[in-house]
């Protein structure tokens, strides 16, 4: 391959990996993620953003913006409570783009630990990869906050 081919190909390919460690138990930490994910979403500036998570195999994962409008962001392909989610799809991303995104949680000393990767192939432009990590550390901060308020 081709260093110009080996560029392009890289340039269609996005990888994104976070964890965190969260100080509650497994199942806590799971529901608080679910919650996180659908309803109660927000952007990073503090912002309502009206999700929906259909939490079993096939679910929808979408921003309902009511009257039958909305934005498909992914489909749940994977569920094991409390361990793993693992949802295919777009996401927020109207490009020609498929993304794959884990959340797998393990039960640690002290509480629980996600790890997060999101995996996409396909036409992404340079400021949205610029800004990607910022809006799924928020989610991750979001379920943190959520579970150990709850512990």
Known sequence: MSSATAQA????????????????PLDTSFAALLEQLGPGADTPDGKAMPM???????GRWYRDLGDGNGHFWGTVQAIKRPTLLEISGP????????????YRLS???????????????????????????????HILNGTRARAEVRR
């Not at 190909?9 to 509650?24: C, K, P, R, S, Y």
């Not at 929906?52 to 096939?58: D, Q, S, T, V």
């Open 9 to 24: 190909v890289e340039n269609l390919v996005l990888n994104v990996t976070q964890e965190i460690q969260i100080h509650a």
């Open 52 to 58: 929906k998570l259909e939490a079993w195999p096939g």
């Open 91 to 102: 996401l927020f991303m109207s490009y020609a783009v498929v993304s794959n995104v884990q």
């Open 107 to 137: 039960e640690t000393e002290g509480g629980t630990l996600i790890a997060f990767h999101h995996f996409a192939l396909g036409a992404i432009p340079d400021d949205v990869r610029q800004r990607i990590g910022t809006g799924w550390t």
